[in-house]
C-alpha cells in the first residue's frame, strides 16, 4: 500500500512488467515510468532494447524528464532567492516544498521525497540563499543515492545553478 512505504524502500512500488509503475488510480502511471518500459509496454516489445529510446520533445514526460525539469526549477528558484528573505517569504518557501512534494506527478518519488523531509534535520533550511541552495544540493543528493547515481559536491551548487563555472 503506497501511503505505507518509508525512505529506505528503494524499489518502485506495484511494477507491472518491464518497469511500468501504476498510479494511484491502478492504470500505468506515464510520469512514474521511464521511456524505455513505457514504449517496451506500448510498443509490445518483450524487453528493452540496447540503444535507450528518445523521448520526443513534443510527447508527456517520463520519470527522468519531469526530474530534469523539476530539479531546473527548483535549483533555480533557490539561486534566485533573496539573500536574506522575510519571515514571511520563508515560511511560504516551506509551504511551497512540501506542496511540491504532495503534487509531484511522480507519485512515488513525491511520497520518498515527503518522507524523506520529515526526517530528523532534513527540513527545508529556508533562511538564507545560500542555506536554501545547500538544502536542495542535499535533497538532490538524496535522491540521487536512492538511484545509485554519484552525488554533487554542494560546496559547487551556485556555480552550477547561478553564477556558471569559475573557469
Ligand atoms: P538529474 O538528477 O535530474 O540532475 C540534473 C542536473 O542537476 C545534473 O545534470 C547535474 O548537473 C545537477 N545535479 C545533480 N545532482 C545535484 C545536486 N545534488 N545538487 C545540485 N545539482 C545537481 N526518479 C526516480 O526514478 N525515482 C525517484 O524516486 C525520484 N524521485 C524524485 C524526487 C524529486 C523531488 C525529483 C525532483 C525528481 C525525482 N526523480 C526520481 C528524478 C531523478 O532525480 C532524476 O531527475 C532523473 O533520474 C534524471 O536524472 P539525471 O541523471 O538526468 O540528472
Not at 8 to 36: H, I, N, S
Not at 93 to 103: E, V, Y
Request: proline content about 9%; some cysteine.
Amino acid at each position: 500500500e503506497q501511503n505505507e512505504r518509508d525512505w529506505t524502500d528503494t524499489a518502485p512500488p506495484k511494477k507491472l512488467p518491464k518497469g511500468v509503475v501504476l498510479g494511484p488510480d491502478g492504470k500505468p502511471c506515464r510520469t512514474c515510468t521511464d521511456v524505455a518500459s513505457w514504449f517496451a509496454m506500448t510498443k509490445g516489445s518483450k524487453s528493452k532494447s540496447a540503444a535507450p529510446p528518445v523521448l520526443p520533445s513534443d510527447c508527456p514526460p517520463d520519470v527522468e524528464t519531469l526530474g530534469r525539469s523539476s530539479w531546473t526549477l527548483l535549483h533555480s528558484i533557490t539561486a534566485q532567492y533573496p539573500e536574506k528573505p522575510s519571515p514571511d517569504l520563508q515560511a511560504e518557501t516551506r509551504t511551497f516544498m512540501s506542496t511540491f512534494a504532495k503534487l509531484y506527478p511522480c507519485w512515488w518519488c513525491g511520497k520518498d521525497f515527503q518522507a524523506w523531509m520529515k526526517m530528523d534535520g532534513n527540513a527545508p533550511r529556508v533562511s538564507s540563499r545560500d542555506e536554501f541552495g545547500r538544502w536542495m544540493c542535499e535533497a538532490h543528493n538524496a535522491v540521487n543515492v536512492k538511484l545509485g547515481k554519484k552525488e554533487f559536491d554542494c560546496n559547487k551548487w551556485e556555480e552550477r545553478w547561478r553564477t556558471g563555472w569559475k573557469d
